[in-house]
């Protein structure tokens, strides 16, 4: 198969000859007229050497590399991927009779741009972020149910809010192979409904296990505020870690529905839950002093863009600022930012400012990122996201 051309303007090929995977638009000297979003095109150096392999897109990210040589992107290339990527799951030990849900495919993470792919028990959910994808999704789903040990029976595809909008693709969200069957997974011993048909995202965050895992050994005894609870996530881990109470936070009364139906169905009729359907930061407000001594902040992106960082910087300064003021004296709070566009650094230094504010002795316990099974692939550091700290308040 011939795919369409795409030439560098000189000197342009050098980010690709350290494989990072991004082609930005303004790097392309000329590209075939015939060139339509979703392509699979082959990218060349001015002098005429091939560099790889990807899917062309309309947008500042023009190509999104999947292969730096001349494998041809078939069927065969999307079974060897997702093989190898089920390899390091395996690796990581995810795939237990006490654990069924991971993420398989992380995008560039697992050399595959554009592609999200978590699975929950017999389920793959896919996402596709790029046109390119999009048109493969079939040769993806069939390599899915490819995989050894039949973990795969049932693909749902859910692209309907990650695809560019301005490509007019109009994706269904739809089982592309399999139906319906059980939405409960399990996640490190813990049973989970997943809603990946009206859900955010894939339908949980599974981003989040190794930290809740963390939290779990911090809870015993403790009162307990999880705040953006969404399913309710580290409520759960926080009632098997033996707290005295906890209460989940989200303002999303379907998100509170779903974390009391997990919760019920790890803890049934146990009454040291509540969940409140409320603003965080009226809740924060409202609440007591002393009232918890350990408080989750696991708010969504409070910047998707770098235009939005200063405005982020400042939110997650006013929102930790505020359990800060409120935390009990011996509490800890592990809180989190998942915007990509704030880096680690940043994050410090807003959490920084938020206990400077409170004028309390503040220990950092633990740095917390992605789990193992959201790779960073080591040329494309943007794919760093997730960050954490974990924080002993006085
Ligand atoms: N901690 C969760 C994931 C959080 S996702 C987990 O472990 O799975 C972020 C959540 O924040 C979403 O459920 C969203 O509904 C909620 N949210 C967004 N803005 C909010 C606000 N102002 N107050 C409370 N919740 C909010």
Request: hydrophobic residues 40%; glycine residues 8%; charged residues 25%.
């Amino acid at each position: 198969m011939t795919y369409k051309t795409i030439i560098l303007k000189r000197g342009k090929e050098e980010s690709l000859q350290r494989f990072h995977p991004w082609v930005f638009s303004g790097a392309i000297a000329r590209a075939d007229e015939s060139i339509e979003e979703g392509d699979l095109v082959s990218v060349y150096s001015h002098d005429g050497c091939l560099i790889g392999n990807g899917h062309y897109q309309i947008g500042s990210i023009a190509v999104r590399m999947l292969t730096f040589d001349d494998t041809a992107i078939d069927a065969a290339f999307y079974e060897l991927r997702l093989t190898n990527a089920l390899r390091v799951r395996e690796a990581l030990g995810l795939m237990r009779s006490d654990n069924n849900a991971f993420r398989l495919v992380h995008g560039e993470g697992d050399f595959l741009p554009g592609l999200v792919i978590d699975i929950y028990a017999g389920t793959a959910v896919m996402q596709a972020h790029s046109p390119g994808m999009h048109f493969g999704r079939d040769l993806i789903a069939q390599a899915l149910t490819r995989l050894p040990g039949g973990l795969v029976k049932n693909v749902y595809y859910k692209s309907e809010t990650t695809l560019p909008y301005k490509a007019h693709l109009d994706p269904v969200n739809d089982y592309i192979i399999g139906s319906y069957d059980s939405d409960v997974a399990i996640e490190n011993g813990l049973k989970f409904h997943v809603d990946w048909l009206k859900g955010q995202k894939t339908g949980f965050f599974v981003d989040q296990r190794e930290n809740r895992r963390l939290l779990e050994h911090y809870a015993q005894g403790r009162k307990v505020l999880n705040m953006f609870c969404y399913t309710g996530g580290f409520s759960f881990y926080a009632m098997r870690g033996g707290a005295q109470l906890v209460h989940s936070v989200d303002s999303s009364a379907k998100a509170i529905s779903l974390t009391n139906d997990n919760v019920e169905l790890n803890f049934p009729d146990d009454p040291r839950h509540e969940a409140f359907a409320e603003d965080a930061f009226k809740f924060l407000d409202n609440m007591a002093s002393d009232a918890y001594d350990l408080i989750i902040l696991d708010p969504p992106a409070f910047a998707k863009h770098k235009s939005a960082l200063r405005n982020a910087l400042v939110g997650y300064r006013k929102l930790n600022a505020k359990a800060f003021e409120k935390i009990a004296p011996g509490g800890i709070l592990f809180t989190f930012s998942c915007s990509q566009a704030v880096n680690r650094e940043q994050f410090r230094l807003a959490v920084f400012s938020a206990a400077a504010q409170s004028r309390r002795r503040v220990r950092i316990l633990h740095q917390l990122a992605q789990p193992a099974d959201h790779p960073i692939n080591i040329y494309h550091p943007e794919g760093e996201y997730l960050k954490g700290l974990v924080l002993y308040v006085e």
